[in-house]
C-alpha cells in the first residue's frame, strides 16, 4: 500500500464513529433513492405494459386525423399486407387490428354511452390484461358473433339483471350464505353481475358513411379493472362483428397496434415502420405514433409523478451532501495542524489533495457500494414479491382510465443503479474540492507552533 | 562562501495600519555550514519569525534571506516547498509527529517524498532510528511513546535526509530537563558526526550552552551575536 494509501486510510479509521455515520449516511441515502426510483420505474414499467397491452400497443398506427376527431372513417387500409411486413421488422413481437367506435348501449332498463371496442379475441387474450379482468362469464372467442363484454360499472347502470330472477335468488341464497356473506351488499353485487350474463343489449353507432345503425348483442362477461372510465365506459366485441356493425371491409381498421419486445431500440423500429408506410397505397394518410402520443395523459402523469420522485430524493441526496461537505470539511479543519507540518517539512501541496481526495473517495467508494446493495436488494426482493396495496387503496387506483394492478413490482435496472451510484460517488469527490481549498490557506508558521 | 544562511536587512511587519508589529527589524546574519547555533531571546523577541523566514514559510516584508546560495525572496511557493523537503530538516516543539503512521514509517517520510528507493530508505531509516536509540521501537504509534522518544522520531525524521540545515523552535520545551539534555547531546553528536547545520530556537539557559553560537535577539533585532562564554564575560 502506498505511503498516501495508508495515510488516507489510517486517517480516516483514526476517527471511527464518524466514519462510519458519513459512511452509512450516504448508504442511507443512496440505498432509498434506488428503493424508490426502482419501485417508481416498476410501476411506470408495469402501467405502460398494462396500458399498451390494453389499448393500441407501444406504437400505433392509424390516421394523421384521428387524434384531433377520432371518427370511424378515418382508417387504415390494407391491413394484411401491411401487418404481414411489419412482422418482419426486428423487435416487432406482435400486432392487433383495432376498431374504435363511440356508441350507446342499450338494456331494457337503460342506455348508456359507451366506447365501442372491436377487438381479435385470440390476440387480445394473449396479450390485453382486459382477458384476466374478467370476474363472470369469459373473454371474447374467435367465431363469437353478436358477443360483448362490458364492465361491471356499465352492467349496474343498464341494470341488466333480471328483478324478479334476484329477488328469488336472494331469498334462497340468504338462509344458506348470510353466516359466510356478511356483507349483504358484497352478496347483492356477485348476484347481479352473474345475472347479467347472457343477457342482450342493443348497440348503436355511426357506420364510415355517417348513417346510424344498431345490433343486438349478448353479454358474454363481466370485467373489472378498478377503473372507473373502463369498468363504467367501455365495452369490447369482436372485431369482424365491428366491421360489419360499421360497414368497414375486412382488411380495414381504425388502428393497427404494434407491441415490441423488452429492450427494443423503439426509434429504430418507428424508422423501419415509416418506410413500410411510405409504400402503401394511403401513405399520406397514415402515421405510425408513440404511446405517448396515443395516452398523451398516461405520459403527462408518468413524466410529472417521475419528476416529482426524483426532486424528491435529490433533495434527501442533497441533504445527505450537506453531512458528508461538513463531514470532510471537518477533517480538512481540525488537522489544520497535520497539514501545516507536512507542508513545512516539504510535502508538495499536491499529495495532501491527493490525500484528501482518497479520503473521500474511501468513504464515498464504501458509501455508494453499501447503498447500491442495500437499495438494490430492497428493490429486488420488491421486483419478486411485489408490495400488495389493496389495504391502502381497497378501491383501486387508476391514472388516466388506467387501473393500476394493485400489487406492485419494482423493476431494478443495472444502468439505473450505475447511474444513480455514479451521481452520488461523484457528488461527493466535488465536495471534497471547497475543504481542500482551505488546505492552501492554512497559516503553516502559525498552526506548527 | 561557507554560509549556509545569510540574511540581508530582514524586516518583517505583522498587521496594517496604525496596528503594526514590527517581529524583525534590519535583520543581518550569516550561518556557516556545521554550526550549531541558538537563537534566543525573550518571548516575542522575533524568534520563531526568525527561523520561519529562513524555512521560507513566511516571506519578508522586506531584505533578502539566501538559503544554500539561493535567495529565498523570489522563490514561489512550490520551490520553497521543495527547498524544505530537499535541504531543510524540522524539529517542532510539539513533535508534530503524524499520529496514524508508526516510528519508523514517520522517519521514513521525507525520504518517501524525495523518492529515495525502497531498499536505500529501509537501509536509512534503522540506521538513524538506531543512532537516536529507537531501535525496537520501530512499529510504535507516537501515542506509544514518551515525550522525548517522540521528539527522538521527530530528530530522526529531521536528519534521515541529511538536510544542510536543521530548523528546530525550541525542540526541548516540552520535555523534562533530562530527557532535554539527551536530546542536546544526541543534537550534537549528530552535529560533530554528519555535520549537520543546527539552528535552535530556546530561553532555556541549560540549552543555549550546548549551542556553539549564540545570537540573542529583543524587539526584532540582535542584541547579541557571539559563544556564550564570550556573552558571559
Not at chain 1, 424508422?271 to 402503401?280: K, R
Not at chain 2, 496604525?18 to 531571546?41: N, P, W
Not at chain 2, 529562513?54 to 522586506?62: H, Q
Not at chain 2, 516547498?81 to 522517519?107: D, H
Request: contains cysteine; glycine residues 8%; neutral net charge.
Amino acid at each position: 500500500m502506498s505511503l498516501l494509501m495508508k495515510l488516507a486510510w489510517r486517517s480516516l479509521w483514526r476517527h471511527k464513529r464518524r466514519t462510519i455515520i458519513t459512511i452509512f449516511s450516504i448508504a442511507f441515502s443512496l440505498g432509498l433513492a434506488v428503493f424508490f426510483i426502482s419501485f417508481a420505474e416498476g410501476v411506470y414499467a408495469e402501467l405502460i405494459d398494462d396500458a399498451v397491452r390494453m389499448q393500441a400497443g407501444h406504437l400505433t398506427i392509424e390516421n394523421k386525423d384521428y387524434r384531433q376527431a377520432s371518427s370511424i372513417d378515418l382508417l387504415v387500409e390494407n391491413l394484411s399486407e401491411l401487418r404481414s411486413e411489419i412482422k418482419q421488422i426486428k423487435g416487432v413481437k406482435s400486432t392487433k387490428a383495432i376498431i374504435m367506435g363511440q356508441g350507446v348501449a342499450k338494456s331494457g332498463r337503460g342506455a348508456v354511452g359507451v366506447a365501442i371496442s372491436g377487438v381479435e379475441p385470440k390476440v387480445e387474450q394473449s396479450t390485453s390484461p382486459l382477458a384476466k379482468k374478467i370476474v363472470a362469464g369469459r373473454y371474447l372467442r374467435a367465431g363469437d358473433s353478436n358477443a360483448v363484454i362490458i364492465g361491471k360499472n356499465l352492467a349496474q347502470r343498464l341494470k341488466l339483471e333480471n328483478t324478479r330472477e334476484l329477488k328469488k335468488l336472494h331469498a334462497l341464497l340468504a338462509p344458506l350464505f348470510s353466516p359466510l356473506l356478511q356483507d349483504e351488499e358484497l352478496m347483492d353485487d356477485l348476484l347481479r353481475i352473474r345475472l347479467s350474463i347472457g343477457k342482450k343489449l342493443v348497440v348503436t353507432t355511426n357506420d364510415v358513411n355517417g348513417q346510424m345503425v344498431e345490433e343486438l348483442v349478448r353479454v358474454k362477461g363481466i370485467f373489472v379493472t378498478g377503473a372507473v372510465q373502463i369498468d363504467g365506459y367501455l365495452i369490447q366485441v369482436p372485431i369482424d362483428f365491428a366491421r360489419h356493425l360499421v360497414g368497414m371491409k375486412d382488411d380495414q381498421a381504425t388502428q393497427l397496434g404494434i407491441l415490441l419486445d423488452p429492450d427494443t431500440d423503439r426509434q429504430e423500429v418507428i424508422s423501419s415502420i415509416s418506410a413500410v408506410i411510405a409504400n402503401e397505397p394511403d401513405a399520406r394518410s397514415i402515421v405510425v405514433k408513440k404511446w405517448e402520443e396515443v395516452m398523451p395523459d398516461l405520459a403527462a402523469y408518468i413524466k410529472i409523478d417521475g419528476g416529482s420522485n426524483y426532486i424528491f430524493q435529490g433533495i434527501l441526496i442533497f441533504l445527505v451532501m450537506f453531512t458528508i461537505f461538513n463531514t470532510i470539511l471537518m477533517s480538512v479543519l481540525e488537522r489544520r495542524r497535520e497539514f501545516g507540518m507536512l507542508m513545512a517539512i516539504g510535502t508538495p501541496y499536491q499529495k495532501i489533495e491527493r490525500q484528501v481526495i482518497l479520503e473521500t473517495i474511501f468513504i464515498a467508494a464504501w458509501g455508494v457500494l453499501l447503498g447500491l446493495v442495500f437499495g438494490g436488494l430492497g428493490g429486488y426482493a420488491m421486483q419478486v414479491n411485489g408490495l400488495d396495496l389493496r389495504q391502502f387503496y381497497p378501491e383501486g387506483f387508476t391514472v388516466s382510465g388506467i387501473a393500476f394492478d394493485m400489487i406492485v413490482h419494482a423493476k431494478v435496472e443495472i444502468p439505473t443503479l450505475a447511474v444513480i451510484g455514479s451521481t452520488v460517488f461523484g457528488a461527493t469527490i466535488l465536495l471534497c474540492l471547497y475543504p481542500m481549498g482551505r488546505i492552501k490557506r492554512i497559516p503553516v508558521a502559525d498552526v506548527i507552533r | 562562501m561557507n554560509a549556509i544562511v545569510k540574511l540581508q536587512d530582514v524586516h518583517k511587519d505583522y498587521g496594517q495600519g496604525d496596528v503594526v508589529v514590527h517581529a524583525l527589524r534590519g535583520l543581518s546574519l550569516e550561518i556557516d555550514k556545521g554550526e550549531m547555533t541558538a537563537v534566543a531571546g525573550p518571548s516575542g523577541s522575533g524568534k520563531s519569525t526568525l527561523l520561519n523566514m529562513i524555512s521560507g514559510l513566511d516571506k519578508p516584508t522586506s531584505g533578502s534571506i539566501w538559503v544554500d546560495g539561493k535567495d529565498t525572496s523570489k522563490m514561489s511557493r512550490s520551490q520553497l516547498s521543495k527547498l524544505r523537503l530537499e535541504r531543510i530538516g524540522f524539529v517542532f516543539q510539539a513533535y508534530n509527529l503524524l499520529p496514524v503512521l508508526t516510528a519508523y514509517e514517520n522517519a521514513e517520510y521525507v525520504l518517501l517524498m524525495r523518492g529515495v528507493p525502497a531498499s536505500e530508505r529501509r537501509d536509512k531509516v534503522m540506521a538513524i532510528l538506531k543512532r537516536v536509540g529507537l531501535e525496537g521501537m520501530e512499529k510504535r504509534f507516537p501515542r506509544e511513546l514518551s515525550g522525548g522518544q517522540q521528539q527522538r522520531v521527530a530528530i530522526a525524521r529531521a536528519i534521515v535526509s541529511q538536510p544542510a540545515l536543521v530548523l528546530a523552535d525550541e525542540p526541548t520545551a516540552n520535555v523534562d530537563s533530562k530527557t532535554a539534555a539527551a536530546l542536546l547531546d544526541l543534537m550534537a553528536e549528530l552535529n560533530e558526526e554528519k555535520g549537520s547545520t543546527f539552528l535552535f530556537s530556546t530561553h532555556d539557559r541549560a540549552v543555549m550552552k550546548r549551542a556553539k553560537r549564540l545570537i540573542v535577539l529583543k524587539d526584532g533585532q540582535i542584541l547579541e551575536n557571539g559563544s556564550l562564554e564570550h556573552l558571559d564575560e
